[in-house]
């Protein structure tokens, strides 16, 4: 008995077969679950400089080493795979259900390959896999696919599906599970390029059944005892991530017009406080006592009335400061029509916030726009471009490259307004007032990512805060983050249902779910985790990628930070200082290639001759 496993679905779709596999124990022993096997997985079977979204690409769908336990926060899922708008290794983190379906079926993760002749989906029923046709799926949005799914499988199915965007391989495209979403990265067009348009695990099989069953129980009951009680639980329960907001503007952390200053006049009508009048109900993911969705009724606009998962913090940043809207239900809506197409809301929101710069620049016109009026805060054109960019037609063909490629396809200086690092839109965190955080976005193997190496302390100050507009000495504080984060997403624990999460605790959770006593060692976790994110940049170092691609826009180095409260007048005086520190912590080169001395800790040596 144990949480773990053992095995693994591969999926070709070019072939229709599929197969079981065992992981072995040095994989199970070096990586251990979750972001570790996937990035293991990928490394070692992915040819480099393939294009991502040939048949050539792999999609992998991993559950954590806890997944489908009664450990709360402990089931959430990834999707793992060469992305296409960034060209690195990627990895997209999504809640609900699915990851404990997949759990219950008995896999670690499921492996697709290969690209099937037309539309389809796969259907997993245990050992019983079969890849089905999606003709009559194809074209749907996500909540129809997931409906028509539904109805033949049941209500219990567990679907993941891509919407039109996917389909149209527009490169922020996401995979949607229930409401939530696999956003980052493309992932979505990653699937649309292989024809599936959806993945459906019954999830009939019995649930895991720890190692050690009274110790995991016991502790699963305490830990829910504090949460009960916790006032963070319970704020994030209430409000889900909304009310981080005002609290973020205050700091001139929450990013304004495409990050050009940090204050939102009007930004108490898109507070915690506020959009919790529009709240009937929680959502929490499998197992999760911390429920921190929030369903909404939305009050105005096109969706008028329907009930829908709201949007979290960094949609409403995308959809509100990003565009200088503080219209709730323009975000309700927006939110909404990304999820339903598939759509990263991150990435659409600072897609269009870039064009509504050009525009106030000039660099784009009317003209360029199909007459829309892209002026700040004209709510009346969102919802309009978003459908656009979904399709792919008029302006959309060119927004849906994202910031990157599309500022390269304009030309005439675009780049400078591109808010993005290797190819991924920034998130809502200003790192010119949050500088860890910022340096955290230019160094993450995924690109522009909050989540890869969340700096806390600088965000909400835990566990102790630092001075979040200092920009020396933080270089280690990012590679100790992003190797806590790893060991984290072994786990896929949530970073919201983290209270009262202490490496104890993930040390006692996995000794008892596994039987494994080696986890007991806190040395044993931190090299796994440093040797997840030294396999994840040595992916992106035989890419090409290297120092030149660790900076961050020009914007943040050069422009002194506007309208920002603490962090007016604030940019980086001495990032190449902090770059080197953040090298020099995690054992990299001036290139930002690992040293061979750190390879050969984590043993990682047999791949020296790939970099
Ligand atoms: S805290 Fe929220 S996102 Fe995290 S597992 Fe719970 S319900 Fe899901």
Same mark, same amino acid.
């Given at each position: 008995?144990?949480?773990?496993?053992?095995?693994?679905?591969?999926?070709?779709?070019?072939?229709?077969?599929?197969?079981?596999?065992?992981?072995?124990?040095?994989?199970?022993?070096?990586?251990?679950?979750?972001?570790?096997?996937?990035?293991?997985?990928?490394?070692?079977?992915?040819?480099?400089?393939?294009?991502?979204?040939?048949?050539?690409?792999?999609?992998?769908?991993?559950?954590?080493?806890?997944?489908?336990?009664?450990?709360?926060?402990?089931?959430?899922?990834?999707?793992?795979?060469?992305?296409?708008?960034?060209?690195?290794?990627?990895?997209?983190?999504?809640? #609900?259900?699915? +990851? @404990?379906?997949?759990?219950?079926?008995?896999?670690?993760?499921? %492996? /697709?390959? &290969? !690209?099937? $002749? *037309?539309?389809?989906?796969?259907?997993?029923?245990?050992?019983?896999?079969?890849?089905?046709?999606?003709?009559?799926?194809?074209?749907?949005?996500?909540?129809?696919?997931?409906?028509?799914?539904?109805?033949?499988?049941?209500?219990?199915?567990?679907?993941?599906?891509?919407?039109?965007?996917?389909?149209?391989?527009?490169?922020?495209?996401?995979?949607?599970?229930?409401?939530?979403?696999?956003?980052? #990265?493309?992932? +979505? @067009?990653?699937?649309?390029?292989?024809?599936?348009?959806?993945? %459906? /695990?019954? &999830? !009939?099989? $019995? *649930?895991?059944?720890?190692?050690?069953?009274?110790?995991?129980?016991?502790?699963?009951?305490?830990?829910?005892?504090?949460?009960?009680?916790?006032?963070?639980?319970?704020?994030?329960?209430?409000?889900?991530?909304?009310?981080?907001?005002?609290?973020?503007?205050?700091?001139?952390?929450?990013?304004?017009?495409?990050?050009?200053?940090?204050?939102?006049?009007?930004?108490?009508?898109?507070?915690?406080?506020?959009?919790?009048?529009?709240?009937?109900?929680?959502?929490?993911?499998?197992?999760?006592?911390?429920?921190?969705?929030?369903?909404?009724?939305?009050?105005?606009?096109?969706?008028?009335?329907?009930?829908?998962?709201?949007?979290?913090?960094?949609?409403?940043?995308?959809?509100?400061?990003?565009?200088?809207?503080?219209?709730?239900?323009?975000?309700?809506?927006?939110?909404?029509?990304?999820?339903?197409?598939?759509?990263?809301?991150?990435?659409?929101?600072?897609?269009?916030?870039?064009?509504?710069?050009?525009?106030?620049?000039?660099?784009?016109?009317?003209?360029?726009?199909?007459?829309?009026?892209?002026?700040?805060?004209?709510?009346?054109?969102?919802?309009?471009?978003?459908?656009?960019?979904?399709?792919?037609?008029?302006?959309?063909?060119?927004?849906?490259?994202?910031?990157?490629?599309?500022?390269?396809?304009?030309?005439?200086?675009?780049?400078?307004?591109?808010?993005?690092?290797?190819?991924?839109?920034?998130?809502?965190?200003?790192?010119?007032?949050?500088?860890?955080?910022?340096?955290?976005?230019?160094?993450?193997?995924?690109?522009?990512?909050?989540?890869?190496?969340?700096?806390?302390?600088?965000?909400?100050?835990?566990?102790?805060?630092?001075?979040?507009?200092?920009?020396?000495?933080?270089?280690?504080?990012?590679?100790?983050?992003?190797?806590?984060?790893?060991?984290?997403?072994?786990?896929?624990?949530?970073?919201?249902?983290?209270?009262?999460?202490?490496?104890?605790?993930?040390?006692?959770?996995?000794?008892?779910?596994?039987?494994?006593?080696?986890?007991?060692?806190?040395?044993?976790?931190?090299?796994?985790?440093?040797?997840?994110?030294?396999?994840?940049?040595?992916?992106?170092?035989?890419?090409?990628?290297?120092?030149?691609?660790?900076?961050?826009?020009?914007?943040?180095?050069?422009?002194?930070?506007?309208?920002?409260?603490?962090?007016?007048?604030?940019?980086?005086?001495?990032?190449?200082?902090?770059?080197?520190?953040?090298?020099?912590?995690?054992?990299?080169?001036?290139?930002?290639?690992?040293?061979?001395?750190?390879?050969?800790?984590?043993?990682?040596?047999?791949?020296?001759?790939?970099?």
């Amino acid at each position: 008995m144990s949480t773990f496993t053992g095995r693994f679905l591969k999926v070709n779709l070019s072939s229709g077969n599929s197969s079981i596999g065992e992981v072995t124990t040095a994989d199970k022993n070096s990586f251990i679950g979750g972001r570790g096997l996937g990035i293991n997985y990928l490394y070692n079977n992915l040819k480099p400089g393939i294009d991502a979204l040939s048949p050539s690409n792999k999609l992998i769908f991993a559950a954590g080493v806890l997944g489908g336990s009664v450990a709360p926060g402990f089931s959430r899922w990834m999707v793992i795979t060469k992305s296409p708008s960034t060209g690195t290794y990627m990895r997209s983190v999504c809640g #609900g259900n699915f +990851g @404990a379906a997949l759990k219950n079926e008995k896999y670690e993760y499921l %492996v /697709v390959e &290969g !690209k099937s $002749s *037309s539309a389809s989906y796969i259907l997993i029923d245990g050992k019983d896999v079969k890849v089905m046709d999606a003709s009559d799926l194809w074209g749907l949005d996500t909540e129809k696919t997931q409906q028509r799914l539904q109805k033949i499988y049941g209500s219990k199915a567990r679907i993941a599906c891509i919407g039109p965007a996917g389909e149209n391989l527009v490169l922020f495209s996401a995979i949607v599970h229930e409401q939530r979403t696999a956003a980052r #990265g493309g992932v +979505g @067009a990653v699937m649309g390029s292989k024809n599936l348009k959806a993945v %459906v /695990v019954l &999830g !009939k099989g $019995s *649930s895991l059944i720890p190692a050690d069953k009274t110790s995991f129980f016991d502790i699963v009951k305490a830990h829910n005892h504090i949460l009960k009680g916790h006032d963070r639980r319970k704020k994030l329960t209430r409000f889900g991530t909304t009310f981080m907001t005002t609290g973020m503007e205050k700091k001139g952390i929450f990013p304004v017009k495409n990050f050009q200053e940090g204050s939102l006049p009007g930004v108490e009508r898109i507070s915690g406080e506020a959009l919790e009048l529009f709240k009937t109900g929680d959502y929490g993911c499998y197992a999760c006592t911390t429920r921190c969705g929030n369903i909404v009724k939305i009050g105005e606009g096109d969706f008028k009335g329907r009930v829908w998962e709201g949007p979290e913090y960094e949609t409403i940043y995308a959809f509100g400061g990003e565009i200088y809207n503080t219209d709730p239900n323009l975000i309700f809506n927006a939110n909404l029509l990304c999820d339903l197409l598939g759509l990263d809301t991150i990435s659409t929101g600072a897609t269009i916030g870039f064009a509504m710069e050009l525009y106030e620049k000039g660099i784009l016109t009317q003209n360029d726009v199909d007459g829309i009026d892209l002026s700040w805060g004209n709510g009346d054109s969102i919802l309009t471009i978003i459908r656009k960019i979904a399709k792919k037609e008029g302006i959309g063909e060119l927004l849906a490259q994202g910031t990157q490629k599309a500022a390269e396809a304009i030309g005439n200086d675009a780049f400078q307004y591109a808010m993005h690092t290797k190819g991924l839109e920034l998130p809502g965190y200003e790192p010119r007032a949050a500088k860890a955080h910022g340096l955290g976005y230019a160094v993450s193997n995924i690109g522009g990512s909050h989540m890869y190496g969340y700096c806390r302390q600088e965000i909400s100050g835990r566990p102790e805060p630092i001075d979040p507009l200092s920009d020396e000495g933080k270089g280690g504080v990012i590679a100790l983050s992003q190797i806590n984060k790893a060991i984290e997403e072994v786990l896929i624990l949530c970073n919201f249902a983290d209270t009262n999460v202490t490496d104890q605790l993930i040390t006692d959770l996995l000794v008892a779910g596994t039987g494994n006593d080696d986890f007991r060692d806190p040395d044993y976790l931190n090299i796994v985790g440093e040797r997840i994110v030294c396999l994840e940049r040595c992916f992106n170092n035989r890419e090409g990628f290297d120092r030149k691609n660790d900076y961050l826009p020009d914007r943040f180095l050069k422009e002194p930070l506007k309208n920002a409260g603490p962090a007016t007048g604030e940019y980086y005086k001495k990032y190449d200082t902090l770059l080197d520190e953040y090298y020099a912590a995690a054992g990299y080169d001036k290139n930002g290639r690992p040293e061979k001395a750190v390879l050969k800790k984590l043993s990682l040596e047999k791949i020296t001759s790939d970099l």
